[in-house]
């Protein structure tokens, strides 16, 4: 199968940005014991109690207390922790819609509005893949369409992109903002069996993995100059195109970031600066 033959769809196209750092999809440790022990702790503490002496009258079998044997108890205390820490089982990539939405939403609720689709682990890898070689598919983006139309405005000086255009990808930028790096890289860590499934179909070698596509996808992030004059455009014919030679000269991902304006490219960098770093050492713990 080709490198771009799988498939697209719908919804915003700033946020393409940080897809990946979706992607990066909540893990939990075993602390039941410790909780139990804190919880017997502070419930008895120090107190002693005077428990009543029991009649010397026989108890007959209707009046039996239900008590269960030593080794009954253990098992029914093993089968209770194992149904409360039993990690939910990975669905199928196929399946995987409403598993990974879910997890999204726990992650956040605001980030998995913008990213809610059918497929999302397929698509999502899709356009990392393409940031990783500094392109940005049209194809790959249809499901990602902002409502507001792209902004143009024209002063004395000419055509220029006005700080209303910015304001497009402000609520991504701040979903994006308020996204804990461990969470999602614990998200990353549930979901990258599905991740990987969809990276085997690129055909890349052997020794080129996974976590070099995604550094390399967020290198071309990170580049992206942060411009805070007056950015002129220029209209040669149905597009526009800065008039800047060599703003004009960066590739398809350094200008989208252009156009989602200095301040939301800067809360992009900063927490993809945070998560490659945290990728990086789980590499390095593995």
């Known amino acids: 199968m080709g490198r771009y033959d799988l498939y697209q769809r719908r ?3 700033g946020m393409i940005v940080f897809l990946l750092i ?3 999809i909540i893990a939990g440790g075993a602390w039941l014991y410790w909780r139990s022990m804190q919880t017997i ?3 008895v503490g120090l107190e002693t109690y005077e428990l009543p002496v029991p009649s010397a009258t026989k108890l007959d079998e ?5 008590l269960l044997s030593d080794n009954e108890l253990k098992k029914d205390i093993e089968q209770a922790d194992t149904e409360e820490t039993a990690p939910t089982p990975l669905p199928s990539l196929k399946e995987s819609d409403d598993f990974i939405d879910n997890k999204l939403t726990a992650l956040s609720p605001e980030l998995a509005y913008w990213l809610r689709s059918d497929e999302q682990i397929r698509k999502i890898i899709l356009i990392i893949n393409d940031f990783s070689q500094g392109q940005r598919l049209h194809k790959h983006m249809r499901w990602l369409n902002l409502d ?6 024209e002063d004395q000086q000419g055509l220029y992109l006005p700080s209303k255009s910015y304001q497009r990808y402000n609520a991504f930028a ?3 903002d308020s996204t804990n790096v461990h969470d999602v890289l614990a998200l990353y860590q549930k979901v990258r069996p599905l991740c990987q499934e969809v990276f085997a179909q690129f055909g890349y070698p052997d020794n080129y993995r996974l976590e070099d596509l995604i550094k390399k996808a967020g290198a071309e992030i990170l580049s992206a100059p942060v411009i805070e004059k007056r950015i002129a455009l220029v209209k040669p014919s149905v597009l526009y195109q800065f008039a800047d030679k060599d703003l004009e000269a960066l590739s398809p991902v350094q200008k989208q970031m252009l156009r989602m304006g200095p301040q939301n490219t800067r809360i992009i960098q900063n927490k993809l600066r945070l998560l490659i770093e945290a990728l990086i050492n789980m590499n390095d713990a593995n």
């Open 148 to 153: 507001e139309p792209f902004i143009a405005e």
């Open 22 to 24: 979706l992607l990066l």
């Open 41 to 43: 702790e502070s419930e």
């Open 11 to 13: 919804k915003p196209i």
């Open 62 to 66: 209707t009046s039996k207390p239900d």
């Open 174 to 176: 701040e979903a994006i």
